[in-house]
């Protein structure tokens, strides 16, 4: 229970920071969400994208091996 409350606090945070960022400059946001993507790459691609075929994509390649996971999330998330 504690450990679900304080996912939600992070979530919220950083999906308030990126939103933020995204008001100020863009490629902010971008750096952000590269970050994330780097520390926990289906983070960074569900707050990108929410739960469409990208997030399921990279958390199935992040759990077959992290660095794949790590490479499809930035690829993701800088492709236009």
């Known amino acids: ?5 304080t996912l939600n606090f992070i979530l919220f945070h950083f999906t308030l920071f990126k ?10 946001a ?4 590269i970050l994330l993507a780097v520390i ?3 983070l960074g691609v569900f707050l990108k994208f929410g739960c469409k075929a990208e997030f399921w994509i990279c958390l199935l390649l992040t759990i077959l091996g992290y660095i794949p996971g790590i490479i499809y999330a930035v690829y993701a998330i800088t492709k236009k």
């Not at 229970?1 to 409350?5: R, V």
């Open 30 to 33: 971008t750096c952000v969400d």
């Open 1 to 5: 229970s504690s450990c679900f409350l």
């Open 40 to 42: 926990l790459p289906p």
């Open 19 to 28: 939103n933020q960022s995204k008001m100020a400059d863009g490629s902010t």
